[in-house]
T-cell receptor, first 112, second 109 residues
Framework: DAGVIQSPRHEVTEMGQEVTLRCKPISGHNSLFWYRQTMMRGLELLIYFNNNVPIDDSGMPEDRFSAKMPNASFSTLKIQPSEPRDSAVYFC??????????FGSGTRLTVV | QQPVQSPQAVILREGEDAVINCSSS?????VHWYRQKHGEAPVFLMI?????EQMRHEKISASFNEKKQQSSLYLTASQLSYSGTYFC??????????FGKGTHLIIQP
């Protein structure tokens, strides 16, 4: 298994631009999570899905953030418009209901 | 609510032991432990699902005290490869995990 696959690995964009992060979970995992990691705030849960359905998006910082999971093998996290304070490493993770999480390699986002 | 980890950082010599604690103000039903090396993603170590459960991953073990709402990670005879940041996560199951701020572990030869 290739694990959780995220793209791109690095993204540098200008303030105000739209950013789309992508994630392919492990086949057979029914839960998918988006986390953001910064030095100041640590690992923050943004949103998670069970069986492709968004369950809790209370961690999404603002309406500028949105996430979708159109099918069991693909999810996106979109930021529109992006701001410098959105700069962070964004991780996608997947799991079975009672299992440990497998994290993707992350997307390092820099908004200038 | 975010679990509280202690200590924030530990520096050990190779072969020494360490304990990392994780406590919560909320009732705990499960605790996860992860290790993250610099520039990499967190890696799952173990999950504890019920009170009193103890798990082991190589020479790393963990306990879960449901009554005290805390878990401890024990690193025995530490190796250089154990260096990294250790996170506990609470919640899980049908809910997403909330992670502590992490404990930085440095192993010196």
């Amino acid at each position: 298994d290739a694990g959780v696959i995220q793209s791109p690995r690095h993204e540098v964009t200008e303030m105000g631009q739209e950013v789309t992060l992508r994630c392919k979970p492990i086949s057979g995992h029914n839960s998918l999570f988006w986390y953001r990691q910064t030095m100041m705030r640590g690992l923050e849960l943004l949103i998670y899905f069970n069986n492709n359905v968004p369950i809790d998006d209370s961690g999404m910082p603002e309406d500028r953030f949105s996430a979708k999971m159109p099918n069991a093998s693909f999810s996106t996290l979109k930021i529109q418009p992006s701001e410098p304070r959105d700069s962070a490493v964004y991780f996608c993770a997947s799991s079975n209901l009672q299992g440990g999480y497998t994290f993707g390699s992350g997307t390092r986002l820099t908004v200038v | 609510q975010q679990p509280v980890q202690s200590p924030q950082a530990v520096i050990l010599r190779e072969g020494e032991d360490a304990v990392i604690n994780c406590s919560s103000s909320k009732a705990l039903y499960s605790v996860h432990w992860y290790r993250q090396k610099h520039g990499e993603a967190p890696v799952f170590l173990m999950i504890l699902l019920k009170g009193g459960e103890q798990m082991r991953h190589e020479k790393i073990s963990a306990s879960f005290n449901e009554k005290k709402q805390q878990s401890s990670l024990y690193l025995t005879a530490s190796q250089l490869s154990y260096s990294g940041t250790y996170f506990c996560g609470t919640g899980g199951g049908a809910d997403g995990l909330t992670f502590g701020k992490g404990t930085h572990l440095i192993i010196q030869p």
